[in-house]
C-alpha cells in the first residue's frame, strides 16, 4: 500500500495534541483579557478611565451600506469613502460642570459640534497636556484609534452633537486607561 498511513495510536495522539494546544491557546487567551481587564497585573488597578457627569443619548444608529460622497468645487473639497458596512452614530452628549467623557477612543472617525457651553479636548498622546478649547458654533474631529477625553470646564452645562461613522458591529466607544499625560 502507497502513502502514509497512520495507526489509531497516531490519530489519538494527534488528537490530543490539538486538544492541548487549544486549551493552551485558550487559557493564554483568557490571562491576556484578565490582564488587559486589569484583573491581575503589577499595579492592581482598574485600566480604564471611568466618564463623570457625562450623559450620551443616542438619536440615531442606522447601518449603511458602502459610502461613496465627493463634493468638488474650484474652492471646496470633500470625500467620504467607506468599504463594507457602517453603523453611524448620532448623538447629544451633555456634560455637567467638571463632567468628562473619560479617556477613550472609537474604531472611526467623530464629527463634533459644540452645541452649546465650552468643550475642552484633551490628546492622549500630546506630553504637554496642551488643553484645545472649543466655543459653541465650533467643531472638532476624532480621528479613528485615536486617545482623547471632553471635559466641560465651565460653570454651565455643555452639549455636544456627535456624528460618527463605525465599522458595522463594533463598539462606538472604547475605554482606555489614562496616558499619564495629563494630571487634573
Given amino acids: ?5 497512520k495507526t489509531m495510536r497516531q490519530t489519538q495522539l494527534g488528537k490530543r495534541h490539538s486538544a492541548v494546544t487549544m486549551l493552551s491557546i485558550l487559557l493564554l487567551a483568557g490571562l491576556f483579557v484578565c490582564y488587559v481587564s486589569g484583573i491581575i497585573g503589577s499595579s492592581g ?10 450623559h450620551p443619548t443616542l438619536l ?13 468645487t474650484p474652492t471646496y473639497k470633500a470625500e467620504i469613502k467607506t468599504k463594507g ?13 467638571g463632567g468628562h467623557s473619560g479617556w477613550h477612543m472609537h474604531p472611526g472617525p467623530s464629527v463634533v459640534a459644540v452645541k452649546s457651553g465650552t468643550a475642552t479636548y484633551y490628546s492622549g498622546d500630546d506630553p504637554t497636556c496642551t488643553p ?34 463605525i465599522p458595522a458591529g463594533e463598539s462606538r466607544r472604547i475605554d482606555v486607561p489614562d496616558p499619564g499625560n495629563c494630571h487634573f
Fill in 1 to 5: 500500500m502507497k502513502g502514509k498511513v
Fill in 60 to 72: 440615531a444608529q442606522p447601518l449603511f451600506d458602502e459610502i461613496h460622497l465627493k463634493t468638488h
Fill in 85 to 97: 458596512f457602517s453603523d453611524v452614530y448620532f448623538l447629544d452628549n451633555t456634560f455637567d460642570p
Fill in 132 to 165: 484645545h478649547v472649543v466655543q459653541a458654533g465650533e467643531g472638532f474631529v476624532e480621528a479613528s484609534g485615536h486617545v482623547h477625553i471632553v471635559r466641560n470646564e465651565g460653570i454651565g452645562e455643555l452639549e455636544t452633537v456627535v456624528f460618527q461613522l
Fill in 45 to 54: 488597578t482598574a485600566l480604564a478611565t471611568l466618564s463623570s457627569g457625562f
